[in-house]
């Protein structure tokens, strides 16, 4: 397929996609208290005879990277070079941290392993989706002396070859006053894109951050104010914006509100509104992670706060939409996410991204094609009934050129352009992409529906795309359809009152 061809299709604004371009290759170090997630899944079975506790009958233990790690791997999985350097233990859960970071891209060079030192580790069961109880472990007490000497020497290897540093401080010790005093004379002498991420910014206000990410409870905590109603929220910070920003010594707070979404602050702009997107998750663990590392690298690759925080509600939308455990976003499926309010797709490399971003989702997606030159309650019937065959259905729509070579020289009635938007003004219809082929074989091929679907005046063994759909484990369904409304009818009929 021509990615040049119907560039009515591509509605996406420059800037964005110039901006999550520059992501690929942005070098970027973590600094931080590195967790492993633990969790087990199981299913309450009955009460215990020992105490009035469920019984759990364990069905899954998932681990995945935590605190500095877990952005440290949305970093590197929104695309940038990324370094984690952190301190674990000697033990089996500082291995299991090292080999998840690995498999997720991210560089363990720098991750210092200490004897007496016992890795960061949290434990949460579940009964169903319920959290039941979740168990801390692993050593929180400041570092040796000599341990600290290793980290100050080492941070400046690193500040030095480095785009962007995210401080992930969750007040477990390791980042001492000596490490943040080597941070602030290297910012101070090499200003870099310095984010903090800290339970108490009140430690950072001399290291000359950009970017601070404090959620509502720690800057209201920070700034010494009320906690006020969630409604009241925003506006509380927005009016406290200048003191908070003018505190911390930073130029940009992004201070998340949880289901009120963020407010921006930047110093000397009015301060910008984010509205958070609905998701359905019953666990947030990773969100704020997700948000600091796709803002990072959004304001590293020249975004403006308000884009950079756009983009970065965006990245936690699709982090916190995942159904398992501490979740983070990809380059694609950010991309996917952003792309998700325009219906039309052009080029292979957006429909992949579509459907990367589906598949994270767990979504079912359907799919089918055709001319719908004049689209008639025929069509809006059977797509109606596509749609309830899954989560997402894409059409795909043949070119003016390709319903030429099928209906002949008079067709088609309307254009593609015109075609499309119609289409797209359906409330069933999630994307629509067009097609110069005969058949759409490589849209399917990308694309890998769970289902295809045709009308019933269609013969399963005369469609090409059957064969591909069920080698590639897709489901067949010919629907029932509407006798009474054809475009063939339509022109007939339309053509002898004239």
Not at 18 to 43: H, N
Not at 215 to 227: D, H, K, M, S, T
Request: with cysteine; hydrophobic share 40%; glycine share 8%.
């Amino acid at each position: 397929m021509n990615e040049d061809r119907d560039t009515m299709l591509d509605p996406e604004p420059r800037g964005l996609s110039e901006t999550l371009r520059e992501f690929k290759g942005q070098r970027c170090v973590v600094i931080g208290e590195a967790i492993v997630d633990s969790y087990l899944y199981g299913s309450p079975r009955r009460l215990c005879r020992e105490a009035p506790v469920p019984v759990i009958d364990s069905e899954q233990i998932f681990l995945a990277p935590g605190g500095a790690a877990n952005t440290a791997v949305n970093l590197a999985g929104l695309g940038a070079k990324t370094s984690c350097f952190t301190v674990i233990g000697k033990d089996r859960q500082g291995m299991q941290l090292c080999a998840l970071l690995e498999e997720k891209g991210v560089n363990t060079d720098n991750i210092l392993t200490v004897k007496n030192r016992r890795t960061l580790y949290k434990q949460r069961i579940y009964a169903g989706t319920q959290m039941l109880l979740r168990v801390d472990s692993g050593s929180c007490g400041r570092l040796e002396p000599e341990i600290e000497e290793r980290m100050a020497r080492l941070l400046e290897a690193l500040f030095e070859s480095s785009q962007a540093l995210v401080i992930s401080d969750y007040d477990y010790g390791l980042i001492s006053p000596k490490v943040i005093q080597v941070l602030t004379r290297l910012q101070k002498n090499n200003p870099k894109i310095l984010a903090i991420d800290a339970k108490d910014l009140e430690r950072y206000s001399e290291v000359g951050a950009v970017l601070i990410k404090p959620n509502y409870f720690e800057a209201v905590r920070f700034l010494g104010i009320p906690v006020v109603p969630p409604n009241e929220r925003a506006d509380q910070i927005i009016r406290s914006g200048p003191r908070l920003l003018a505190k911390a010594g930073a130029e940009i707070a992004a201070v998340t509100l949880d289901s009120q979404g963020a407010v921006i602050l930047d110093k000397g702009h009015k301060a910008y509104r984010i509205y958070a997107r609905a998701h359905s998750s019953p666990s947030e663990a990773g969100a704020g992670d997700t948000f600091i590392s796709a803002f990072v690298l959004a304001l590293v690759s020249g975004a403006d706060s308000s884009q950079a925080g756009e983009i970065a509600s965006a990245a936690a939308a699709v982090a916190v939409g995942k159904r398992q455990g501490t979740a983070s976003c990809s380059w694609n499926e950010l991309r996917g996410y952003l792309s998700l309010e325009n219906k039309l797709i052009q080029g292979t490399v957006r429909l992949k991204e579509l459907k990367d971003y589906y598949r994270s989702q767990g979504m079912k997606i359907v799919f089918t094609n055709g001319c719908f030159d004049i689209l008639h309650r025929g069509h809006t019937h059977f797509l109606s009934q596509c749609k309830s065959l899954g989560d997402v259905l894409v059409v795909a729509v043949n070119s003016d050129a390709g319903i030429r070579k099928l209906r002949g020289a008079n067709r088609p009635i309307n254009s593609l352009a015109d075609r499309t938007q119609i289409l797209c003004s359906l409330s069933c219809v999630d994307h629509v992409i067009g097609f110069e082929e005969d058949s759409p074989l490589e849209i399917i091929d990308l694309l890998k529906p769970d289902l295809f679907a045709k009308a019933a005046n269609h013969h399963i063994e005369n469609l090409p795309e059957v064969p591909l759909v069920i080698r590639q484990g897709g489901e067949v369904r010919i629907l029932p359809y509407l006798e009474e409304y054809s475009t063939v009818d339509i022109i007939q009929r339309a053509s002898v009152q004239v």
